[in-house]
């Protein structure tokens, strides 16, 4: 079926970098727009970054000009790279992507999530 499953979540010291995958898996017949989200325990997901299919970007104002969401659509992979990381940075952290399947149906996938601790 279609899935998307994240990695790279892990440990980081304030002031230093984590890069996170997230790799979309099945019948897609398009990648469309591919997101980022974060959540910390008792709080309500957020939208980090965002890029669409043709490479547009956007960021949740804390997180811009420290992080980097990019695409590879050969791999249907997308990738956060954080740098600069801040303790506030801690959070599982969901990929979110939306898909054309090659039966020409649109569904919207969410992964499992992936822990990204910041602390010295």
């Known amino acids: 079926q279609e899935q998307v499953g994240e990695s790279g979540g892990g440990w980081g010291q304030p002031g230093g970098s984590v890069r996170l995958f997230c790799v979309a898996s099945g019948s897609i017949y398009k990648l469309n727009g591919m997101r980022w989200h974060s959540q910390e325990p008792g709080k309500q997901r957020e939208l980090v970054a965002e890029?669409?299919?043709?490479?547009?970007?956007d960021y949740l104002d804390s997180v811009k000009g420290r992080f980097t969401i990019s695409r590879d659509n050969v791999k249907k992979t997308a990738y956060l790279q954080m740098n600069s990381l801040k303790p506030e940075d801690t959070a599982v952290y969901y990929c979110?992507?939306?898909?054309?399947?090659?039966?020409?149906?649109?569904?919207?996938?969410w992964g499992q999530g992936t822990l990204v601790t910041v602390s010295s």
């Open positions: 979110n992507a939306d898909i054309v399947t090659n039966w020409y149906s649109n569904l919207d996938l």
């Open positions: 890029i669409t299919s043709d490479g547009r970007t």
